[in-house]
């Protein structure tokens, strides 16, 4: 049975940093795409990095690029999100998912590509 559950997430000030876990069980994590997303409140779903099952190369939202890093521990099954540089617009709930398609050649940018997920993990960041 598939299983993502994340944690790391927390109250941060703004230009602080966090580490996100995506810890998956129930199938490969080296053959399937992984992607974080968030929600604000009041908003949409959106992507914010994706890592590719194809060849481990990343994708991620331009609000966040330099600031936010995914990668991937296929031995310990953990799929990680590196935020520096935090920002009050960056306060969401932030969700790790899995896809088994890929998206012109690698990870999926959207979340209806995406059809296993996790419970999510708060991340707030205010002064």
């Known amino acids: 049975q598939v299983h993502l559950v994340e944690s790391g997430g927390g109250s941060v000030q703004p230009g602080g940093s966090l580490r996100l876990s995506c810890e998956v069980s129930?199938?490969?994590?080296?053959?399937?795409?992984i992607g974080w997303f968030r929600q604000a409140p009041g908003k949409e779903r959106e992507g914010v990095s994706c890592?590719?099952?194809?060849?481990?190369?990343?994708h991620s939202a331009d609000s966040v690029k330099g600031r936010f890093t995914i990668f991937r521990d296929s031995a310990k099954d953990v799929v990680y999100l590196q935020m520096n540089n935090l920002k009050p617009g960056d306060t969401a709930v932030y969700y790790c998912a899995m896809s088994e398609v890929d998206y012109n050649g690698s990870c999926p940018p959207s979340t209806k590509y995406y059809d296993y997920w996790g419970q999510g993990t708060q991340v707030t960041v205010s002064s």
């Open positions: 129930g199938f490969n994590l080296a053959v399937h795409n």
């Open positions: 890592i590719s099952r194809i060849d481990g190369s990343t």
